[in-house]
């Protein structure tokens, strides 16, 4: 059913029509025949009245809202109307063509227009008055026709228009797509406090822009993309705005092919309430670095930058914000409100290990939702979705070991159990506790294992992953130290963000290799190396997870490093009483021994790793013979580690 407007909007169609024929009838009049131009008058008089009434009802018809916009006079909109109606009406092409006086100019001209209507001025035909420049017309010039006798086509989308018919064109389909974050979800949260400030903030700076239509860019700065898009989202929703994202690797770079979209999507942002989301997080390419700068310089509308942290540098009015995750209590209120407030204090557990967005957190509970599932079951849902982004940068550890298993003094197991500690209270202490208002840095857990190879140190790391139910991620140095300037410090902050999201702990083995003593700067190498190093110390400071630095040459590593530990464990080699309790605890349950000395094989100056491997070697042995496992075979895997380690066997 039609609306009032569309109602008036089809009724002053019908009456311009009507205008538009007089007129062509008008001029295909002959020299005599005054009585029929006499009433031909009356019919334009009569019509250009009723349309006039029409015009000053508000809103307006859509073809004079489409003059306000780009500003046509008075000539363009009657030429923009007779290149219309060729849509509206059959006969109009007859009448062109007996107006031209000529069968097979069946078509609008520009010759035609200054012929036919009054308040003529020859500058319509020119390509930067509003009908060429805005594409509302389309030109079909031959090689040999004059411009002002080639036929007119009016552009589909704006025929569309003048009709009543409002939508984003098809032409932009391709290259922009409607963006919702929270589309497929039941369950839209609220803009956390620190999230709407922002919002408010640049709802504020756009209503001040609205008079003008000179909008600066807005710029969105931080890692969490998602966060970004929902509270852009939430301002488009409150100023009424369709919000549109473009894939910044779909942007033309061709430079026809670039302008002709910048000139759409400028068009569209006149005739449409639009607002258009870039992410340049990853634009490094010359080609795409330009192309945006171009596309940004000609356009006029409401555009937010997706940026990282330095703000994308043009010679254009810009805007920037920092767009930060919900506070740790912000996501404890969102996990409550999801969950329905059965969370029975599992969201404060939940908020103070997995740092996510609204959006993560309510997909997360969906998921689970729709499996039936038990609280405890949610630990693993957060998990499960940050595993598949850290896979591609490190190597998961399979965890198996436990408190049980691990054998060290008293004194090293004790720091090891404050360091689970630290990490599982972290909301207590920052947020219930306030030091988070007093700090910037430093409020993860960064912590060194220093020993001999073989003492241990990856089997803590094992120990306090199972202990806080964490994944346990070792850095891989080939996948993240690259020759290429810049690269190492890219692959090193994906890593980083990546894994404080999902809470895991990050296990840097041989961590000499990449956390190493600054040089002196001799060379070009020796700078972009000390500059690896400078972020890794920034970034470590910065990581609000739990990351272990394991080296066997404690030495060896940046004093810088040493001072933003929050605790070093060292693993000194075993002495004969935590030798006899490994031997004790090495052989599984359901492996058969025989009459097994622990107290002789202890007296063997041997690691932890060294009397894992004779267990195995022995179990071996003991399988072939197909007898447990014994002394014999024992000793014979023992003299066979050293000869491996070149010592000698007594």
């Known amino acids: 059913m039609l609306n009032n407007w569309q109602q008036r909007n089809a009724e002053y169609l019908a009456v311009s029509l009507t205008w538009l024929r007089s007129h062509l009838k008008l001029m295909a009049q002959s020299y005599g025949e005054e009585e029929i131009s006499s009433q031909i008058n009356e019919e334009i008089d009569k019509a250009a009245k009723i349309m006039a009434e029409l015009e000053e009802i508000e809103p307006p ?3 004079i809202i489409l003059g306000q916009i780009f500003g046509l006079s008075t000539i363009e909109r ?4 007779l290149c219309a109606a060729m849509e509206f009406a059959t006969d109009i092409a007859k009448l062109c063509a007996e107006a031209q006086d000529n ?23 020119l390509p930067n008055r509003p009908l060429r420049y805005w594409q509302l017309l389309e030109i079909h010039q031959s090689n040999t026709q004059p411009l002002t006798t080639s036929p007119l086509r009016a552009d589909e989308r704006i025929v569309n228009y003048i009709k009543g018919i409002n939508y984003l064109d098809d032409r932009l389909d391709k290259l922009v797509l409607p963006l919702n974050p929270w589309y497929g979800q039941d369950k839209i949260l609220p803009l956390p406090p620190s999230q ?8 504020d700076q756009i209503e001040n822009s609205i008079q003008t239509q000179n909008f600066p860019i807005f710029q969105l700065s931080g890692i969490d993309t998602q966060s970004k898009q929902i509270i852009t989202w939430q301002i488009c929703q409150e100023l009424e705005l369709k919000l549109y994202r473009l894939p910044v690797e779909l942007l033309p770079t061709q430079s026809t ?23 340049i997080q990853g634009l490094d390419d010359k080609a795409g670095n330009s192309a945006l700068r171009q596309f940004l310089t000609h356009n006029e509308g409401i555009i937010f930058l997706d940026i990282r942290d330095i703000g994308f540098s043009l010679e254009l009015p810009t805007v920037t914000f920092d767009i930060a995750k919900p506070t740790p209590i912000e996501q404890q ?21 997995f740092h996510l967005n609204f959006l993560e957190i309510a997909k997360i509970t969906k998921s689970a939702q729709q499996s039936n599932y038990h609280l405890e079951q949610l630990w693993n849902y957060c998990l499960a979705s940050t595993r598949p982004r850290l896979d591609t940068l490190a190597q998961r550890l399979e965890i198996k070991a436990t408190w049980d298993n691990i054998v060290l003094p008293k004194e090293e197991l004790d720091l090891l159990h404050q360091i689970a500690d630290q990490v599982r209270q972290r909301n207590i202490v920052y947020d219930q506790w306030g030091f988070r208002q007093r700090m910037n840095r430093g409020m993860g857990v960064s912590v060194m294992f220093a020993g001999e190879s073989g003492t241990g140190k990856t089997m803590a790391a094992e120990v306090i992953a199972n202990d806080l139910r964490l994944n346990l991620y070792r850095i891989d140095l080939s996948a993240v130290v690259s020759k290429y300037i810049g690269e190492t410090e890219k692959n090193l902050r994906r890593l980083f963000d990546t894994a404080e999201d999902g809470g895991a702990i990050l296990f840097f083995d041989e961590a000499d290799a990449l956390f190493g003593k600054r040089s002196e700067v001799k060379d070009s190498h020796d700078r972009y190396a000390n500059i690896e190093i400078n972020y890794l110390l920034q970034r470590l400071e910065a990581y609000r997870g739990l990351a272990i630095l394991a080296t066997n040459i404690k030495s060896a590593l940046d004093a810088a490093f040493m001072r933003r530990l929050r605790f070093i464990v060292n693993f000194s080699f075993p002495g004969v009483m935590e030798r006899k309790a490994i031997w004790e605890k090495v052989f599984p349950p359901d492996t058969p021994t025989e009459e097994l000395d622990f107290h002789k094989l202890a007296k063997y100056n ?33 003299k066979t580690e050293f000869r491996k380690m070149d010592k000698p066997f007594i």
């Not at 009657?78 to 109307?81: A, I, M, R, T, Y």
């Not at 059965?342 to 557990?349: E, F, I, L, T």
């Open 103 to 125: 069968p097979n100019r069946h078509y609008p001209t520009f010759a035609l227009a200054l012929c036919c209507f009054n308040h003529v001025t020859w500058d319509v035909v």
């Open 333 to 353: 209120q969102a996990w409550e409100l999801t969950l329905q407030n059965q969370a029975d204090g599992y969201a404060n557990k939940l908020a103070n290990q």
């Open 61 to 63: 018809p859509a073809l």
């Open 196 to 203: 709407k400030k922002v919002a408010s903030a640049i709802i």
């Open 78 to 81: 009657s030429l923009l109307l």
């Open 606 to 638: 041997l690691t932890g790793g060294n009397i894992h491997n004779i267990a195995v070697n022995a179990a071996f042995l003991a399988a072939k013979a197909g007898t447990p496992v014994n002394m014999d075979l024992l000793m014979a895997a023992t």
């Open 257 to 279: 092919e670039l302008a002709n979209f910048a000139r759409l999507w400028q068009r569209e942002s006149r005739l449409l309430p639009l607002a258009l989301y870039i992410d």
